[in-house]
Nanobody, 116 residues
Framework: QVQLVESGGGLVQPGGSLRLSCAASGFPFSNYAMSWYRQAPGKERELVATITHDGGWTNYADSVKGRFTISRDNAKNTVDLQMNSLKPEDTAVYYC?????????WGQGTQVTVSS
């Protein structure tokens, strides 16, 4: 079955950086676009970034453009999210996502807290 396991979350001060990683298994990773979503307390889950199957195209939410970078390693079946210049409003649970085998698949999420 599809498995997505996120890691790399934590507590960071405003202006700091974190790198999230998602390890994927159970599907042909290099055939699928991958995304990161986030959900802040009391808010709906929102799309943060997407990368195509070959890494040739990426897209970002306006709120993170210029600060976050999504990347993937098809040899290792991983997709990363480099987050720089973090702001308190980036505080959320971050989820790895793939639509595979005709249905949405989510990881368990990793908490990112930006606070002084």
């Amino acid at each position: 079955q599809v498995q997505l396991v996120e890691s790399g979350g934590g507590l960071v001060q405003p202006g700091g950086s974190l790198r999230l990683s998602c390890a994927a298994s159970g599907f042909p990773f290099s055939n699928y676009a991958m995304s990161w979503y986030r959900q802040a307390p009391g808010k709906e889950r929102e799309l943060v970034a997407t990368i195509t199957h070959d890494g040739g195209w990426t897209n970002y939410a306006d709120s993170v453009k210029g600060r976050f970078t999504i990347s993937r390693d098809n040899a290792k079946n991983t997709v990363d999210l480099q987050m720089n210049s973090l702001k308190p409003e980036d505080t959320a649970v971050y989820y790895c996502y793939v639509r595979a085998y005709g249905r949405p698949n989510w990881g368990q999420g990793t908490q990112v807290t930006v606070s002084s």
